[in-house]
């Protein structure tokens, strides 16, 4: 089974900038889909981004305008650049391909003043 290790996470001031990745055991070439997820305390987990292995991306309205998802096969790794981060954007951030493989542990993003 694929394994998945996100890492970038921290606390940033609203407005800041933040950029998570995602490792991949295997070749990320193979992989046809690719998301990010993010869960905030009390709530139900959410599709924040995804992108296919040709690069086709898709957001969530809340985040348009604001983040990037990307592939960087030199690395092998799935990032997502967060930019103009809001106090609601705070929640633990996974990274799942489709169809789905194991939840790894998470990068906490905390976005407070």
């Known amino acids: 089974q694929v394994r998945l290790v996100e890492s970038g996470g921290g606390l940033v001031q609203p407005g800041g900038s933040l950029r998570l990745s995602c490792a991949a055991s295997?070749?990320?070439?193979?992989?046809?889909?690719m998301a990010w997820y993010r869960q905030a305390p009390g709530n139900e987990r959410e599709l924040v981004a995804s992108?296919?292995?040709?690069?086709?991306?898709n957001y969530a309205g809340s985040v348009k305008g604001r983040f990037t998802i990307s592939r960087d096969y030199t690395k092998n790794t799935m990032d997502l650049q967060m930019n103009s981060l809001k106090p609601e954007d705070t929640g633990l951030y996974f990274c799942?391909?489709?169809?789905?493989?194991?939840w790894g542990q998470g990068t906490q993003v905390t976005v407070s003043s």
């Open positions: 295997t070749n990320l070439k193979t992989i046809g889909v």
């Open positions: 799942n391909s489709y169809p789905r493989t194991s």
């Open positions: 992108i296919t292995a040709v690069g086709a991306t």
